[in-house]
Structures are given as C-alpha cells and as structure tokens.
C-alpha cells in the first residue's frame, strides 16, 4: 500500500520561510513523478509545483517561481518543497502528490495517483 506522508508546514511571518517534506512508502520512490498541490479556504486547489522521477526537470505556477523550490532525494523516498520569501496569499493547505503515469500532465491532478492527507501553512501579514 502506498503511502504519503506530509510534515513540516505551520504559521510563519509573511517573508519567512518553510520546507515541506513528503515521504512515500509502499513502492520504489523514483517509481514516481512528484507534485505539490495546494487549497487555499474557499478555493479550488491548485497545481503548485512537480518534479520527474530523476529530478532534471521541475515546473512551477508563476506565482511561486523564484520563492518556491522543489527537490527529491531518491534514496530518501522523500520529495521536498522549499518556501521562501512567504506571501498571505501562500496560505493554504499543500497536499503531496505521486504518479506514475509515463506522461505526466503535471498541472492536472488527475495525473496524479497518490495523494498526501495535507499540512497546513498559514502565513500571517
């Protein structure tokens, strides 16, 4: 069975900075592509940010590109998401997505497989 476990998410000032990590179990890690969604109170939730299975290639909403960074370490099963210079606007729940599709529409959360139960980032103006 699959698993994926988010940790790392909290209040935070606006301009400070988080790290989320989400670690899978139940299946060979680089098996998967990766991707962070997030939903914010009211709202849709929203493709943020995905990663290949080898990590040479990573994609990102607009809005976060050059605060926000996504990384794995394969050996460690875990996929990494660095938040940086935090806005009110980022706050929301962030879910952990896993596919294994071969080709990864990684925007669309129907690609995605697996999916975390959630950790909440909050970040107060």
């Known amino acids: 069975q699959v698993q994926l476990v988010e940790s790392g998410g909290g209040l935070v000032q606006a301009g400070g900075s988080l790290r989320l990590s989400c670690r899978v179990s139940?299946?060979?890690?680089?098996?998967?592509?990766m991707g962070w969604f997030r939903q914010a109170p009211g709202k849709e939730r929203e493709f943020v940010t995905g990663?290949?299975?080898?990590?040479?290639?990573?994609y990102y909403l607009d809005s976060v590109k050059g605060r926000f960074t996504i990384s794995r370490d394969n050996a460690k099963n875990t996929v990494y998401l660095q938040m940086n210079s935090l806005k009110p606007e980022d706050t929301a729940v962030y879910y952990c997505?896993?596919?294994?599709?071969?080709?990864?529409?990684?925007?669309?959360?129907?690609?995605?497989?697996?999916w975390g139960q959630g950790t909440q980032v909050t970040v107060s103006s």
């Open positions: 997505a896993a596919g294994l599709n071969r080709y990864m529409d990684y925007a669309r959360e129907s690609t995605f497989d697996y």
């Open positions: 139940g299946r060979t890690f680089s098996d998967y592509a």
């Open positions: 990663i290949s299975r080898s990590g040479s290639s990573t």
